[in-house]
């Protein structure tokens, strides 16, 4: 049994199978070509193909773009697409031609806005965890800090799509395991490169954040992304294994490579205050998957909203919007990159039901949620063309810079 069938429950009745059939039937396909045909795909290079078709959803028409990805396909892998901090935010065409990449979706909810705390500077940093070309970049924000529609029972900020270095796609789990060093002994590590940090905890900061402030890691509850900032909070800066700084409020600017800053927040903070510069500090961290052995080569979050085969109990099956999703065949080998059109005639969306249901009936034994609404976009460089460009119609008429996505790349 694996660690997913644990988590949601491997032994669901005939009766509860048919059920969710029954209430995802509403959501059909029907593509471009003649009655009866399937649409056809578009070859973008070996081992990628693209497509697009309406569904008629309970909401009404939607149009949905698809990627097709082959791992199978020696040519053919995926990225992270990111703008080279955690915390910064560009198009998804504009990444995708930065790195290379055919074609690529953007990826995990983000710190979009900070309008509950004046003055108090958004980071754009993402929920989940984030792994790029093997460099683990970022852990996960506790579930109350999150960004986007409501999870799915059993599901957390913790939940990750990736490809592993055996090129296999997985739904999996990563959490931290950190720890700082100091001479009175080791102190838990709460965070990683995140926007928000578990209330009494310490988290650390590296080259990869960025510039942006990290006052926003300070503010809010482990149950409420809307509570005050802390007014306990302690700063402490580590070069080449000594503490070299410290100041009472989180500060912003790059971190030098070789560079860890430690926030605190509370009992982290009071923690923290203990140091003097010069004494000795280590800092420890890594990424640690719930159901693979096999390290990842690339993460990023989301939800997920089929697995096995069978929608997550549960799914919110009243509210349509555009959305944007990933869905995993053959083991992992083969993958669907979906997403909706967001212009006017087309912006009725799917449910997150709906969405696991189209998702299977593309071919996807699992199937991962993504951002969706204003930041749903498809991007990839069509035959015959240089660039890449939007192939959907993102909901506010042009791409918004997200922090994050899924990039295909292509050896052809």
Same mark, same amino acid.
């Given at each position: ?72 396909? +020696? ?28 074609? %690529? ?47 799915? #029972? ?28 100091? #001479? ?26 960025? !510039? ?10 482990? =149950? ?12 402490? =800066?580590?070069?080449? %294994? ?9 500060? !912003? ?64 099956? =009243? ?49 991962? !949620? ?23 119609? +993102? ?18």
């Amino acid at each position: 049994m694996t660690h997913r069938q644990r988590r949601f429950g491997a032994g669901r009745s005939v009766l509860t199978f048919l059920a969710a059939l029954g209430t995802l039937a509403g959501a059909a396909l029907v593509g471009a070509a003649p009655a009866g045909a399937a649409p056809e795909w578009t070859q973008l290079a070996s081992g990628v193909g693209y497509r697009q078709f309406d569904i008629y959803a309970a909401a009404g028409v939607t149009r949905a773009h698809v990627l097709r990805v082959d791992l199978r396909d +020696p040519r053919v892998r995926l990225e992270l697409l990111y703008p080279g901090a955690v915390a910064a935010r560009a198009p998804v065409s504009r990444l995708a031609t930065a790195q290379g990449a055919l074609a %690529g979706v953007n990826g995990d909810f983000f710190n979009i806005t900070e309008t509950q705390h004046p003055g108090v500077e958004a980071t754009g940093a993402t929920v989940g965890p984030a792994i790029a070309e093997g460099r683990e970049l970022k852990a996960a924000v506790p579930n109350g800090q999150r960004f986007g529609p409501a999870l799915p #029972p059993g599901t957390g900020t913790e939940d990750v799509f990736g490809v592993g270095t055996d090129r296999r796609a997985r739904l999996d789990d990563l959490a931290l395991d950190g720890s700082v060093g100091t #001479p009175d002994g080791q102190l838990p590590l709460g965070g990683l490169n995140q926007y928000a940090l578990p209330v009494g905890s310490v988290g650390a900061y590296t080259s990869d954040w960025g !510039s942006v402030s990290r006052v926003r890691a300070t503010c809010g509850t482990d =149950t409420d992304r809307a509570a005050p900032c802390s007014t306990d909070t302690y700063e402490v =800066t580590v070069r080449a %294994g000594q503490v070299v700084s410290a100041a009472d409020t989180p500060g !912003s600017g790059p971190i030098a490579d070789g560079t860890t800053v430690l926030v605190g927040r509370e009992a982290g903070a009071q923690q923290l205050r203990k140091l003097s510069v010069g004494e000795a500090v280590t800092v420890r961290h890594r990424l640690v998957a719930a159901s693979s052995w096999v390290p990842y080569r690339f993460a990023l979050g989301g939800y997920p909203v089929l697995t096995d085969g069978l929608p997550l109990p549960g799914l919110d099956d =009243t509210t349509s919007a555009v959305r944007t999703a990933v869905g995993l065949a053959d083991g992992g080998r083969r993958l669907y990159l979906l997403a909706l059109d967001g212009a006017p005639a087309y912006r009725t969306g799917l449910t997150i039901a709906e969405v696991a249901d189209t998702m299977r009936t593309l071919g996807s034994a699992d199937a991962f !949620s993504l951002d969706g609404g204003g930041s749903t976009t498809m991007a990839a460089r069509m035959p015959g063309t240089t660039a890449v460009t939007a192939l959907n119609h +993102p909901s506010g008429g042009a791409e918004r810079p997200v922090p994050n996505g899924i990039g295909v790349f292509s050896g052809s």
